[in-house]
């Protein structure tokens, strides 16, 4: 990981700062759809920055700058900030978050500037009560990018790839039944009709696949939806024939996608002009600041947990078929590649690097039915590179995969028939007792949060802890969720759902239906880092009685590809959890062992590493 010199970056921005009247400027990691994965042009704050991870805000003063991220970011920033940047440890006690330090910056009656397209609306107002109550002047909506003019020619092309239409056996639903569902939900609020800005949301509604940001097929877009109406605001020349046709069957408009402001303004005039009409538009809690403004500001807009989403976390029965059996799928392509590397690197003695064998398990992906694409940047990681939570290796410029040292690999897969996302550590080699220790203990934890059967209405949040209950009894944990809600041929992290310490976790119950992974760790800075993970379905269980006459809740993991046995110590397995491990060994190989009829390397490896404990 390279430092870049962001000298010259940043004294470009304050001359832009000084002439827009700004005296301290927030770079956001989104785009305009608050995407947490971005096209190369939205990337402002890895450039302004040179922090290349997936999450984190920067905050430039006219003499400082700040970058804030998570834990799972803290050892990959504080390599590649160079001396220009102050390093905001996000959830480390004494800690400000950028919110706070912003404001604390901006006392004494200075003026903060933001993109209004980039932060969300409710993101902004809580920023702006804040600078106002330690005495700043206020929060400015600077219409100009400021860091894109710095950025100037260099910065990237908006893309503008095909749109697919997703095929009803993949989809499970027409858009017409999704439609009709969307304005039900809008007639319970009362709502004139809701604009949609999240790309996944839009993807999922309309049954469009698209490829405008690198592992996520959604395409850059809008929507409106009211009682009569449905309009798809999009570069027309990216659809199909077979997508237009689409659309006018299932009653959906197509207008420019730069059109949208015109007509959220125009929507906004009406309503204006409407004394007697109650109705608001809504919005979600993620959709910008921008947006807001242009629908008329909060005594005209309604701002609530998107309806789509929620819908969109639920599964349908197709799409869970489609999870199982991708998954399946996957889970032997795994396998083969883990199969392969032992042999090339314990009895060729090859010499490979993270990105050549990230590389080879793309090409075995590759081979199997449904495939599109990866779902993520491979985490490809040896030794002390397993500790970066989201390592990225680069190209040329990687480790070389040491046997006798652990192996994390976190990859995943677009499929037709839906999304994946596995975590298996492994070590080909004599691991130490440490590291047996530290795998097995996440080991322990993942089975236990697999295991839990939980009434309707539990969250996320309250799960949490199953999975580092038994890292907490040596004062160990790791800093990263436990799990994270999967799109279904979609984005592999898809809200609103998810396991962790995340407020919105709270606030959003599991549903059966959902599809989410279940990844606890261990990471020990400068050695090793451990993760194991599998996607998980949530589903109803019989349980002896049913205490308030609530359903109760389970997981159904559908992750098929075995745990390193050299890893595991035995010893620290209850009878309970190696009965779970060997059901689950032999399910994986049941599933799985029909790939391998003319690969005996592979099948060996399997029968192996399945075999009873």
């Known amino acids: ?194 604009v949609i800005s999240l790309l996944d949301e839009i993807a999922w509604l309309f049954n469009l696949r698209g490829n405008d940001i690198p592992y996520n097929p959604v395409f850059f877009s809008y929507a409106i939806v009211t009682h009569d109406s449905a309009t798809l605001y999009i570069d027309s020349s990216k659809l199909s024939p077979e997508c237009h046709a689409y659309l006018e069957e299932n009653k959906v408009a197509v207008k420019p996608y730069g059109a949208l402001f015109e007509d959220t303004k125009a929507l906004a005039s009406q309503a204006q002009a409407d004394s007697e009409s109650t109705k608001k538009y809504t919005i979600s809690t993620k959709a910008s600041w921008a947006l807001k403004l242009a629908l008329g500001g909060e005594k005209f807009v309604e701002e609530i947990r998107s309806p789509v989403g929620d819908s969109k976390a639920i599964k349908n029965d197709t799409e869970l078929a489609g999870m199982r059996a991708c998954h399946i799928r996957d889970g032997a392509a795994l396998t083969e590649f883990f199969a392969w590397l032992e042999f090339k690197l314990l009895y060729e003695k090859a010499v490979l690097d993270e990105v050549q064998v990230a590389d080879e398990l793309e090409k075995i992906r590759s081979k199997h039915e449904n495939f599109v694409g990866l779902s993520f940047d491979t985490i490809s990681s040896t030794g002390a590179n397993a500790a970066v939570i989201h390592y990225k290796p680069q190209r040329g410029n990687c480790s070389v995969i040491n046997p006798e040292e652990i192996y994390l690999c976190d990859s995943g897969a677009q499929y037709l028939d839906g999304t994946t996302d596995t975590t298996r550590t492994l070590h080909f080699g004599t691991p130490t007792p440490e590291e047996k220790k530290a795998y097995t203990l996440v080991l322990k934890g993942n089975i236990a949060l697999d295991m839990a059967v939980f009434p309707k209405g539990t969250s996320g949040f309250a799960l949490d802890s199953l999975a580092r209950q038994f890292l907490w009894k040596y004062g160990l944990d790791y800093r990263h969720g436990t799990g994270h809600g999967v799109g279904s041929y979609l984005n592999v992290h898809e809200g609103p759902i998810g396991i962790g310490t995340r407020k919105q976790y709270i606030d959003v119950p599991l549903a059966a239906g959902n599809v989410l992974s279940n990844e606890p760790g261990y990471y020990e800075d400068g050695a090793y880092g451990i993760r194991i993970e599998n996607i998980v379905i949530v589903r109803e269980v019989k349980t002896e009685h049913a205490f308030g006459d609530k359903p109760y809740l389970g997981f159904e993991h559908v992750t098929m590809t075995p745990y390193c046995r050299n890893l595991i110590d035995v010893t620290l397995l209850t009878e309970e959890e190696k009965k779970w491990l060997n059901d689950s060994h032999a399910q994986i190989r049941a599933n799985t062992e029909g790939y391998f009829k003319d690969d005996p390397l592979t099948l060996n490896w399997l029968i192996r590493e399945t075999a009873p404990f």
């Open 1 to 194: 990981m390279e430092t870049v010199n962001t000298a010259a970056r940043l004294a470009a921005l304050r001359a832009l700062m000084k002439e827009h009247k700004v005296d301290i400027y927030v770079v956001p990691s989104e785009d305009s759809h608050a995407s947490e994965y971005i096209a190369a042009c939205d990337g402002r704050r890895e450039f302004i920055s040179g922090f290349s991870g997936s999450a984190g805000t920067a905050v430039v003063t006219l003499d400082k700058a700040a970058l804030a991220t998570d834990g799972r970011y803290f050892n990959q920033a504080s390599k590649q900030l160079d001396s220009n940047w102050l390093l905001l440890k996000t959830g480390l006690p004494d800690v400000p978050t950028w919110q706070d330090w912003t404001a604390e910056e901006a006392a004494r009656g200075k003026t903060v500037g933001v993109d209004p397209t980039l932060i969300p609306s409710s993101v902004a107002d809580k920023l702006e009560e804040s600078i106002k109550k330690n005495g700043g002047a206020g929060l400015e909506a600077v219409t100009d990018n400021l860091v894109d003019i710095v950025w100037g020619s260099e910065r990237p092309s908006r893309p503008s790839q095909p749109v697919v239409l997703l095929a009803e056996k993949y989809a499970g639903k027409n858009t017409a039944s999704k439609l009709a569902d969307l304005r039900k939900e809008l007639e319970k609020k009362k709502s004139a009709g809701f």
